[in-house]
């Protein structure tokens, strides 16, 4: 089992910076990709950017030039640094890691609001 805390996240004027971070926790071992997604009132939850444990990142278009997501793999810590900020970035902010253990899980945090004011 992993577990995943996040903190970071709360209420920011558009244009404004906020970091998001996440811990995480137990059989950290199998952790490979480590990510962030977030779902909005009434959207599907989506992804915003990955690192993985190769060191290779990915971003959702939506975020790419303005987020930069980074990973300290001695502290099994992700974080998301999330720069001009825009009132369509308000959401729920999620972690996620992605689990081998013979098998393949991804494991959820409990999800942290970002709310970006116009």
């Known amino acids: 089992q992993v577990q995943l805390v996040e903190s970071g996240g709360g209420l920011v004027q558009a244009g404004g910076s906020l970091r998001l971070s996440c811990a995480a926790s137990g059989s950290t071992f199998g952790i490979n990709d480590m990510g962030w997604y977030r779902q909005a009132p009434g959207k599907q939850r989506e992804l915003v950017a990955t690192f993985s444990r190769g060191g290779s990142t990915n971003y959702a278009d939506s975020v790419k030039g303005r987020f930069t997501i980074s990973r300290n793999l001695a502290k099994n810590t992700v974080y998301l640094q999330m720069n001009s900020l825009k009132p369509e970035d308000t959401a729920v902010y999620y972690c996620?890691?992605?689990?081998?253990?013979?098998?393949?899980?991804?494991?959820w945090g409990q999800g942290t609001q970002v709310t970006v004011s116009s």
């Open positions: 996620n890691a992605m689990v081998i253990t013979g098998v393949l899980s991804a494991y």
